[in-house]
């Protein structure tokens, strides 16, 4: 137990720690997301400017009207210096930064960089004056000669202008150097709003090189350490290598758990840094308290508890973990492991007593089930077989008896409804003959009108074929024979060349040697034809036809397969199982869904199967497989 103990205090340190460096890498985030929205609003302020009309307009006025409007848009941007760059002015040295380079190729763009005395003086003297701060000798920082830093930080942003005719660059920047509404913003973000409710002794610093230039770390009660500058050990990992430091760290005076962030200018160098950081002093005493809290626990609770266990031992845990030996060896299949005598006559003895006859009984029970095991998977693996082949043949007689009614009542309909039509056709037809007969040379003026009439007649006679085709297939032949499907395929194609031509359908063949099958020409023609025809219907104006022949036995049984496939969208997974039905069809006002129902009743006639599914890239595949001739002959 005190080691368990040593473990679960040294884990919680260490998780403790963790904590703590997990809190401080929080809020070194969000300074940097202030930061980077700092960056983002001031490029985001001068590109409005610079796309605004009236700086177009203001452009073209006099130098002096142009400089009141710039300052005017500088105090309400609240910026430190905002200017105008010509087109023709990119080219000097002084305008030589890649944020204003980006903005001359039309890209906004704001970045950190390190403007040098000279520049701050040439924005502006006072500019100069307020970048400029003393160092201040710092314990383990690297020694320098250096009595002031005069360089200023600078968010630094440049936009594009190219309004009524004006073009160059808009260019404008904050200063960051002593910059305290800044750092305390990031403060009170980080630190003041934190909503854990935790009041965290938390400071935040922006670090030009090794030096602080904007901070509110104190070096007495109401003086800020402006111009202190950090150890050198920090220096050389965020300045030097270029990587963030998470740990403790001493700041000033006194130890922190602090966070340095390094920051890269436009030329992407490491310029300076971004530190945020709380008092390690209340989390160390908290610690130790939760130290000595635990041991006093553990301390007391030993005290008590020890003596209570050696006296419950004899007594309890002897026959128990005797008990637990004789489960353990039943456990592992020793069904004969008894307890025997524990030496105890208490509930624990009785206990142990009870165990042993429940043992024997479990004995005798698993022999008589290991028995009536045996006999009991043979009667299941019997009555399974039953049931598997009794199942299927119920499913199959199922199927065919709803095909059956199905097709029985499309007959009987259909039947009716093709005789109904047909007398009101001959009607029309007869009329028709008699129109012409009665206006003889007169004929030409409606002779259009006539043959329009004709080729309706004609089309609903050949729904009608098809219905009663559909309906009573047996009626229409089956004049069978031994059939070669390669050279019927190449017929097909000739028939239907005019429609694919047109389409700009490429046709892919893969025709291997296959034996011939029994069916009536005409009719697996038809299927053929209604295949190809559906998928040029799928494929629109262009795609690829491929037709492929194959020998392919089923269950024993030799055969051909031929399969007819599209580049087209494929058929919806919800419409897969319907294309067959009678009457289905996607092609609304086109077709009469017979097609392919006709095919299906033809093909199975014929002993075959045809089948659809969609293609593993693109399109319908139909597969129409037929038994070999001679296996048709013999069956």
């Known amino acids: 137990m005190p080691l368990l103990l040593v473990l679960a205090m040294t884990r919680w340190n260490a998780d403790y720690d963790d904590m703590l460096i997990a809190n401080v890498d929080s809020d070194l985030r969000i300074a940097q997301q202030?930061?980077?929205?700092?960056?983002?609003?001031?490029?985001?302020?001068?590109?409005?400017?610079?796309?605004?009309?009236?700086?177009?307009?203001?452009?073209?006025?006099?130098?002096?009207?142009?400089?009141?409007?710039?300052?005017?848009?500088?105090?309400?941007?609240?910026?430190?210096?905002?200017?105008?760059?010509?087109?023709?002015?990119?080219?000097?040295?002084?305008?030589?930064?890649?944020?204003?380079?980006?903005?001359?190729?039309?890209?906004?763009?704001?970045?950190?960089?390190?403007?040098?005395?000279?520049?701050?003086?040439?924005?502006?003297?006072?500019?100069?004056?307020?970048?400029?701060?003393?160092?201040?000798?710092?314990?383990a920082a690297v020694p320098t000669s250096r009595a002031a830093e005069d360089r200023g930080m600078v968010v630094h942003s440049a936009a594009p202008v190219t309004v009524l005719g004006q073009e160059g660059v808009l260019v404008g920047g904050i200063l960051l150097n002593r910059n305290l509404d800044f750092i305390d913003t990031i403060n009170a973000l980080v630190y003041l709003s934190d909503s854990a409710g935790e009041n965290r002794q938390g400071t935040a610093t922006l670090f030009l090189d090794d030096t602080r230039i904007s901070t509110n770390v104190r070096l007495f009660e109401d003086v800020r350490a402006l111009g202190t500058r950090v150890s050198a050990s920090v220096r050389h990992r965020v300045l030097t290598q270029g990587k963030t430091w998470l740990d403790r760290a001493f700041v000033v005076n006194d130890w922190y758990i602090s966070g340095y962030l390094p920051l890269t200018d436009s030329f992407g160098r490491h310029v300076g840094m971004l530190y945020v950081?709380?008092?390690?002093?209340?989390?160390?005493?908290?610690?130790?308290?939760?130290?000595?809290?635990?041991?006093?626990?553990?301390?007391?609770?030993?005290?008590?508890s020890a003596p209570l266990f050696l006296w419950l031992a004899k007594?309890?845990?002897?026959?128990?973990?005797?008990?637990?030996?004789?489960?353990?060896?039943?456990?592992?299949?020793?069904?004969?492991?008894?307890n025997g005598t524990v030496g105890s006559h208490d509930e624990i003895g009785q206990m142990a007593a009870h165990l042993d006859a429940l043992l024997d009984q479990i004995q005798d029970r698993d022999q008589a089930l290991r028995d009536w095991a045996g006999e009991l998977n043979a009667r299941v693996?019997?009555?399974?077989?039953?049931?598997?082949?009794?199942?299927?043949?119920?499913?199959?007689?199922?199927?065919?008896?709803?095909?059956?009614?199905?097709?029985?009542?499309?007959?009987?309909?259909?039947?009716?409804?093709?005789?109904?039509?047909?007398?009101?056709?001959?009607?029309?037809?007869?009329?028709?003959?008699?129109?012409?007969m009665t206006l003889a040379d007169h004929i030409t003026e409606i002779e259009t009108e006539l043959e329009l009439i004709d080729n309706q007649v004609l089309r609903i006679d050949a729904i009608v074929g098809k219905l009663l085709q559909f309906a009573r297939p047996a009626e229409f032949g089956t004049f069978e024979e031994s059939?070669?499907?390669?050279?019927?395929?190449?017929?097909?194609?000739?028939?239907?060349d005019h429609v694919l031509s047109k389409q700009n359908v490429t046709i892919c063949r893969d025709f291997q040697h296959t034996p011939p099958v029994t069916i009536n020409p005409g009719e697996l023609q038809q299927v053929v034809i209604n295949l190809v025809m559906n998928a040029a219907q799928a494929m629109k104006n262009a795609g690829k036809l491929g037709l492929r022949l194959t020998p392919e036995p089923r269950d024993g049984q030799p055969g051909v397969l031929l399969t007819v496939s599209d580049s087209g969208p494929g058929i919806a997974d919800q419409d897969i199982a319907a294309v067959f039905n009678p009457f289905y069809t996607t092609k609304r006002g086109e077709g009469t869904g017979l097609g392919l129902s006709i095919s299906q009743t033809l093909i199975q006639r014929a002993g075959g199967l045809i089948s659809v599914r969609n293609g593993s890239q693109t399109g319908a595949e139909f597969s129409i497989w037929l038994p070999a001739a001679a296996t048709t002959e013999a069956a």
């Open 483 to 496: 059939v070669d499907i390669a050279p019927l395929v190449e017929d097909c194609l000739v028939l239907v």
């Open 34 to 139: 202030y930061l980077g929205r700092i960056l983002t609003s001031t490029g985001t302020d001068i590109r409005s400017v610079a796309e605004s009309r009236l700086f177009g307009e203001v452009l073209r006025a006099p130098n002096r009207e142009k400089q009141r409007f710039l300052n005017q848009r500088r105090i309400a941007l609240q910026l430190d210096f905002l200017y105008f760059l010509p087109r023709e002015d990119l080219s000097v040295p002084t305008s030589n930064w890649p944020v204003i380079a980006a903005a001359a190729a039309g890209t906004l763009n704001s970045q950190i960089d390190i403007f040098s005395a000279r520049d701050l003086a040439a924005r502006s003297p006072e500019l100069q004056q307020r970048a400029r701060i003393g160092l201040i000798e710092t314990e």
């Open 315 to 338: 007594g309890i845990f002897s026959p128990l973990e005797q008990m637990t030996r004789t489960m353990k060896r039943v456990e592992r299949g020793d069904l004969a492991a008894r």
């Open 381 to 436: 693996d019997t009555r399974t077989a039953e049931l598997r082949t009794a199942n299927s043949k119920l499913e199959e007689t199922f199927k065919q008896l709803a095909m059956s009614e199905k097709l029985a009542s499309i007959g009987e309909i259909t039947a009716g409804v093709a005789h109904e039509i047909n007398n009101p056709v001959a009607v029309i037809q007869g009329n028709v003959d008699v129109i012409r």
């Open 277 to 304: 950081g709380f008092l390690e002093a209340p989390y160390q005493a908290a610690k130790r308290a939760a130290y000595w809290t635990i041991v006093a626990v553990f301390i007391g609770v030993l005290v008590i």
